[in-house]
């Protein structure tokens, strides 16, 4: 018993009818790194507050979970709350909605009784460069690396000087670019390293687990399926669930996907021409920052290029401006007349009116094509299937949606105006591994079967691999390398493309 850090025993967590977690047992031993994987809706999350000692409220709890001989679940709250100021550290996916906005990063990194001096050389452990300036940042001034390493910071910054005896990391590593994912990934280990930490690291990336994790636990529909040395379950999965996850993956280490259909001409639909952008500087106004660099790039008639490097490289903000929502400082921007470019954004929930039903929302734009009226109901319909959606989900809203179905439905509001370019900007980096994959060959499917040119921006090469014919490099603000897929894969020129390939997580590093 003493070397188990957590002992979870027959846990339960309903609402209602259902069952969120269905009777886990679970432990986790001292200087352990272990992976709990799944899609999304599998339980993970909700094990993982409950280990944390803050169940979901209005749940009906089960079971016991033991840190320190305290109960997390039923014990008194007063232990319960020493247990997680001075035993435990959380880390969640999205470290702008988890950091106080109205709080310095070190005042946050040291929230737990630590000294200014002490925050300092956590942030510096924990790889912030020039700690002792952003010690005294606002976390929009960080980028979003740098406010997940600030979290991990605030996770292990305790009093006394010792990190937590386990650290429970939910998604950490989601939308990350690979160079920043991978120095997450090595930060965790490094703790473990020198301070023994335990660790349970919820993720639905395979890869990222493969990278870490001595264990991993396999969890869907609120029950764990299979668990194992890391090694065993990714070479030897014996749970059809687990056979599913790793086949659904898209991996670097993957086959080629796209390939160039008779679509494909030397006319472009879209052609950008040394395309400059400048934003001002905050409280500098006659200042501005340079974050495109004569960009050039042009897209064919049923060809899909994809934009790649990693976050503040300038991909997306080139996309906005080939969009028409950006107007861009110098250059020129050319397309078909009929190209009528749409963006398909990131957070497909977040771009989708909330309170409309989606079929109204296609409808709406089906109007702005110049549909009449009476043959927008079969249309949207159209649309909806065309996407692999139930023409009757044209009567849910947003919220009634899985991720994936709001992906989905985004991308058929897009289609309403028949465009002949469609820009994708990070359509996948938020789904689960196996919506992931089916958003991507939706893309290429539709690329195939209709025509329609993407320009596709992505930070994962493992899904450029799947669905580009062409590939260009981006980093800060300039396009340093740009060829077709295969030669850029197997034989990078430049140094950063190199770099990219060399971080991007994949399965078959696992021997």
Not at 77 to 97: I, S
């Amino acid at each position: 018993m003493s070397n188990i850090v957590a002992r979870i025993s027959g846990l339960t967590v309903g609402f209602g009818d259902k069952r969120a977690v269905d009777g886990v047992d679970l432990q986790i031993r001292a200087g352990e790194i272990v992976a709990l994987v799944g899609e999304s809706g599998s339980g993970k999350t909700v094990l993982g507050s409950c280990l944390l000692g803050i169940p979901p409220a209005h749940a009906q709890i089960g079971g016991t979970i033991d840190i320190d001989g305290v109960d997390m679940l039923h014990g008194p709250e007063k232990a319960r709350h020493h247990v997680r100021r001075h035993r435990l550290g959380a880390v969640f996916q999205d470290p702008l909605t988890s950091l106080d906005p109205t709080m310095k990063a070190g005042a946050q990194v040291c929230e737990r009784g630590a000294s200014d001096e002490r925050g300092v050389a956590v942030m510096a452990e924990c790889g912030v460069p020039e700690p002792e300036a952003r010690f005294h940042y606002w976390p929009h001034q960080l980028s979003g690396g740098l406010r997940q390493r600030v979290s991990i910071a605030g996770a292990i910054a305790t009093d006394p000087e010792e990190a937590p005896a386990l650290i429970v990391a939910d998604e950490p590593t989601t939308a990350l670019d690979v160079s920043v994912q991978a120095t997450v990934v090595a930060l965790f280990a490094r703790l473990r390293e020198q301070h023994g930490c335990s660790v349970l690291l919820i993720t639905h990336d395979l890869g990222v687990a493969a990278q870490i994790a001595d264990r991993i636990v396999v969890m869907s529909a609120g029950r764990i399926r299979e668990q194992g040395p890391a090694r065993k379950v990714l070479r030897s999965p014996e749970h059809p669930y687990t056979r599913q996850l790793l086949a659904s993956r898209l991996d670097i280490a993957g086959p080629f996907g796209a390939a160039e259909t008779s679509f494909a001409t030397a006319n472009p639909v879209l052609r950008l021409r040394n395309i400059t952008k400048d934003f001002p500087v905050p409280h500098h106004r006659r200042e501005s920052r340079r974050v495109l660099h004569g960009v050039s790039l042009d897209l064919a008639e049923g060809e899909s290029v994809a934009l790649v490097g990693e976050s503040g490289s300038g991909k997306s903000t080139l996309l906005r401006i080939a969009a028409g929502l950006e107007p861009a400082t110098g250059g020129t921007i050319g397309s078909e007349a009929d190209a009528r470019p749409q963006l398909i954004f990131q957070d497909a929930r977040a771009s989708l009116t909330p309170w409309m039903p989606v079929g109204a929302q296609i409808a709406e734009r089906l109007a702005l094509a110049g549909v009449a009226r009476s043959d927008r109901p079969g249309r949207v319909a159209e649309l909806l299937e065309q996407v692999g959606l139930d023409p009757a989900v044209a009567r849910s809203r947003p919220r009634q949606m899985s991720g994936g179905q709001c992906q989905r439905a985004a991308i058929a509001r897009a289609l309403a105006s028949s465009p002949r370019v469609l820009l994708c900007d990070e359509p996948v980096s938020a789904l689960d591994a196996t919506l992931a994959t089916q958003v991507v060959e939706l893309l290429d499917n539709l690329r195939r079967t209709t025509g329609v040119a993407l320009l596709l921006v992505t930070h994962d090469l493992a899904v450029a691999k799947r669905i580009a014919g062409r590939i260009a490099v981006m980093t800060e603000g300039r396009i340093v390398e740009e060829g077709e897929v295969r030669r850029v894969f197997e034989a990078p020129e430049h140094a950063y493309t190199k770099s990219l390939l060399a971080a991007s997580p994949s399965l078959a590093a696992v021997s």
